[in-house]
């Protein structure tokens, strides 16, 4: 089935201080595999002064990834009021990707690596702890498997650069087992969180670009959840994006 005369409006929550490592470039995949199957996408940044109203009204969130700088200052604005009304929409199935420092965001804190606990706002059942600059970063390419809502059969790839160590209550929640590289702490073989439709993951890249599975599952479940009916995306040629991450995998393992 064809989809026309369908629209989303896409929230890119703090563009100016969170999108490091080509975190943006989720937000142009997004809006051209809407464009590409006559979606129109509406791009809404969302940041330091934004009218809470232009939150309210996104179909879909997106939100990526910074130094604890950058972090410190969003952290102060989630609690002026923005953090409230994301937490009612993920708990109201609005799909997210939140990366790397979004990602830490919605734990319960994050103990940054000179020892000042910034409260996330509790809504993924983690914690993250950086264990200071003397200890190594967890860098490089990262393969994952059995990722959550896609078929076993699918690998996904992306870039880790992050001091922090994270810990799930409950590893069952994980997005994906860690094929090769570090995940969320270099330990557990866990990487990622899945609550509800919203995701949760340290892979930069950016992610859609190389993995355009995880883009069309949020698109189609905002779709849903905006129209209350069952979506079945049209079928996109993806032949460079599955030869690009068959490249990294082979690179990588």
């Known amino acids: 089935m064809k989809i026309k005369n369908f629209s ?3 929230g890119w929550l703090y563009p100016d201080l ?19 199957r006559s979606i129109q996408a509406e791009i809404i940044k969302v940041s330091l002064g934004s009218n809470i109203k232009d939150l309210e009204s996104v179909n879909l969130i997106f939100m990526g990834g910074a130094q604890d700088i950058q972090q410190e ?14 937490t009612q929409m993920i708990r109201n199935y609005i799909p997210a990707l939140f990366i ?20 996330g706002l509790g809504l993924f059942d983690l914690y993250t702890e950086n264990p200071g600059l003397n200890k190594k970063r967890l860098i490089g390419n990262i393969v994952i498997s059995n990722i959550k809502h896609l078929s076993s059969k699918i690998k996904i790839v992306g870039f880790e650069n992050h001091g ?23 330990e557990d073989k866990t990487e990622g ?22 883009a069309d599952w949020l698109i189609q ?23 690009a991450r068959e490249k990294i995998i082979m690179k990588t393992v």
């Open 8 to 10: 989303l409006r896409i």
């Open 18 to 36: 969170m999108s490091t490592y080509g975190d943006r470039g989720n937000i142009i995949v997004l809006q051209k595999r809407c464009s590409w």
């Open 73 to 86: 200052i969003v952290n102060k604005d989630l609690f002026s009021g923005k953090g409230e009304i994301i």
């Open 100 to 119: 790397c420092g979004a990602y830490q965001f919605m734990g319960k804190f994050y103990k940054t690596a000179d020892g000042k606990k910034l409260l």
């Open 164 to 186: 922090g160590r994270t810990y799930l209550a409950n590893k069952s929640l994980a997005l994906a087992r860690v094929f090769k590289g570090y995940g969320n702490n270099g």
């Open 193 to 214: 969180m899945v609550y509800k439709n919203a995701i949760g993951t340290y892979l930069h890249g950016p992610l859609f670009s190389k993995n355009p599975e995880i």
């Open 221 to 243: 479940k905002a779709l849903e959840i905006k129209y209350k009916r069952k979506f079945k995306l049209q079928k996109l040629n993806d032949n460079l994006e599955y030869k």
